[in-house]
């Protein structure tokens, strides 16, 4: 996977608008806009995007696409998604690393998924 890294990302949303105000108020996340889509680059932490997957749909009825945001926080996190329109599809989950996820929909229903990197 290295010789051909994840450098980029695209999000589909229903709103965009309302997709980038949530995600303003929830990551601190800068936008800019130009007549065809909304960009964001990525924090210079998170580039390259350090790993991923590929598996076959088991309960999801439709293909999709998640990207994990770190947090330093999850449960704080949950709140500000709750407060701002989202809504936890799976609340926070200990995996057995340490490390906890948590996979929530901004308000038009776009799936995300945020990772709390386990406590050294």
Known sequence: MSSNPVIHWELASHDAPKTVEFLKKVFDWDFEYDARTTIH?????LTPVQGGGVFTLQSAKLPFLTIYIKVDDLDAKVKLIEDNGG?????????????????????????LAMIQAAKK
């Open 87 to 111: 809504f936890i599809v799976d609340p926070p989950l200990d995996l057995p690393s340490g490390s906890r996820i948590c996979l929530f929909n901004e308000p038009s229903g776009v799936t």
């Open 41 to 45: 680059e990525l924090p210079a932490e």
